[in-house]
């Protein structure tokens, strides 16, 4: 090896730990930011998820008053309906949530962690929650 190959390899050698160094800082910030938004949607899906519950359990409690009446069986469906507004409003309050995408907005935080991580899984690198 000649005196400007040396020099060359020397350079080279001296330039990786920068090279590391700032692809370590790219990947630091980009888990700080990743950090940062998800954490950012956990106060947004904490309330969707509670209004969730709160409905489902107001249409199952709904369903248990309109199922165990004893007039459900003896008039029409939209008159038994119309008996149980409870029941009713609740229920199309629990399909409108639905159309509206409530389920995405409830996994949301975990929907994007899956998405990082399998992009991320195409360059050997991975991600934690």
């Known amino acids: ?7 060359e390899a020397q350079r080279v050698v001296s330039l990786i730990p920068v090279v590391v160094s700032g692809n370590c800082q790219d990947l ?3 888990e700080r930011r ?13 309330r969707w998820r509670m209004l969730l519950i709160v ?12 199922l ?3 007039e459900t069986q003896k008039v029409s469906f939209f ?7 409870f029941f009713t409003i609740s229920c199309i309050t629990l399909i409108g949530l639905f159309f509206a995408g409530i389920h995405k907005r409830v996994v949301a935080p975990s ?18 929650d």
């Open 34 to 46: 990743l950090t940062e938004y998800i954490h950012c949607l956990q106060p947004a899906t904490g």
């Open 68 to 70: 165990i009446d004893p």
């Open 111 to 128: 929907i994007i962690a899956a998405r990082c991580r399998t992009v991320l899984a195409e360059y050997n690198m991975s991600c934690d």
């Open 79 to 85: 008159t038994s309906l119309w008996n149980h507004p």
């Open 28 to 30: 630091k910030a980009f």
């Open 55 to 66: 409905v489902s359990v107001c249409t199952a409690t709904g369903a248990w008053n309109w």
């Open 1 to 7: 090896m000649n005196s400007l190959e040396q020099a």
